[in-house]
């Protein structure tokens, strides 16, 4: 089980900072992504973190603006995306692999590879 806070009502400029903490699962042993979806359209890929390889894919929309970090201890692990712009108002969930995915700790090229999903919280980036 995945649960996300923090999002809310932002300022164009500011940064958002978003937690998702696993239950039953070690996010050790997991690739952990972040997903968003735009009001009215399907849902995409912000960012993937691979705990094999220590590397963080990312969407084209927040090159040089993405943050993710882990912590294994805590089993959580974070999202950050600064310099926000309007356009990143949408709904964000954090997800990890499916447990029939072969490599959970490499990021799943596919998103229908992704089979854990956190409840979705809503980000507005307004002024």
């Known amino acids: 089980r995945l649960v996300e806070s923090g999002g809310g009502l932002l300022h164009p400029g500011g940064s958002l900072r978003l937690s998702c903490e696993a239950s039953g699962v070690s996010v050790k042993d997991y690739a952990v992504g972040w997903f968003r979806q735009v009001s009215g359209k399907a849902r995409e890929r912000v960012g993937c973190?691979?705990?094999?390889?220590?590397?963080?894919t990312y969407a084209d929309f927040v090159k040089g603006r993405l943050t993710i970090s882990r912590d294994n201890a805590k089993n959580t692990f974070s999202l950050q995306i600064d310099n926000l712009v309007p356009g990143d108002t949408a709904v964000y969930y954090c997800?990890?692999?499916?447990?029939?995915?072969?490599?959970?700790?490499?990021?799943?090229?596919?998103?229908?590879?992704?089979?854990?999903w956190g409840q979705g919280t809503q980000v507005i980036v307004s002024s």
């Open positions: 997800a990890l692999p499916s447990g029939t995915f072969p490599y959970p700790r490499y990021c799943p090229a596919r998103d229908s590879d992704f089979g854990s």
């Open positions: 973190n691979s705990e094999a390889s220590v590397a963080t």
